[in-house]
């Protein structure tokens, strides 16, 4: 369900103009979810914006659920971006440069020194599930993690609801046995 038109510069929120085939990419990603499909791939070649589609796809899916009135937006569900660690402050930095701030809301970042604030202490009664702060997480809009973390504590990242998953560089998952 859409409750604003899908444009990438919507409101204040996207600060750099796109480029013809970035419009291009985030209208697919807006006919996508309005479809209802399960899940898409951006191939483009490295390079050409695929980030930065993505961050302006979330931009405006924040502010179509906002605008629907699922709160906090994203459903109330937090966003999850899976990526190696040099691309995770990739995502950072495009955010930084490319949308106003505060537009994706609470970050958490899952790696480096945020792993270590997010980890929960062994004590009793404590299972790999608890690993993890999942209450922080699922109150953050938008969560960053590397496949490794990921991994690691699967448990404890299953027991929160996503609105939407981003796997940047997927081929890391290429196998059954991943």
């Known amino acids: 369900k859409t409750a ?26 807006v006919e996508a979810w309005q479809a209802g499909w399960p899940g ?3 191939a483009d070649d490295m390079g050409l914006g695929k980030t930065y589609q993505t961050l302006t796809f979330l931009a405006w899916l924040q502010d179509n659920q906002k605008m629907l009135g699922h709160g906090r937006g994203f459903a ?15 995502w950072i930095n495009e955010a930084e440069t490319h949308l106003s701030s505060e537009t994706l809301g609470d970050r ?9 604030e997010i980890k929960r202490k062994q ?5 790999p599930e608890d690993a993890l702060d999942v209450a922080r997480l ?19 990242f299953a027991r ?9 560089e997927m081929q890391r998952i290429k196998s059954p046995t991943t």
Not at 138 to 146: A, G, K, M, N, Y
Not at 160 to 168: E, H, L
């Open 76 to 90: 109330n569900a937090p966003v999850l971006v899976v990526a190696h660690t040099a691309l995770l402050r990739t």
């Open 160 to 168: 929160i609801n996503y609105s939407v998953i981003v796997f940047d």
């Open 123 to 127: 004590g009793p009664g404590w299972s």
């Open 40 to 42: 898409v791939l951006l």
């Open 4 to 29: 604003i038109d899908p444009d990438i510069a919507h409101g204040y929120r996207v600060m750099s103009a796109p480029k013809q085939h970035q419009i291009e990419g985030f209208t697919w990603l």
């Open 108 to 116: 958490i970042e899952v790696f480096g020194p945020g792993l270590r």
């Open 138 to 156: 699922r109150d953050s809009e938008w969560i960053l993690v590397t496949y490794e973390t990921l991994a690691t504590y699967h448990r404890a």
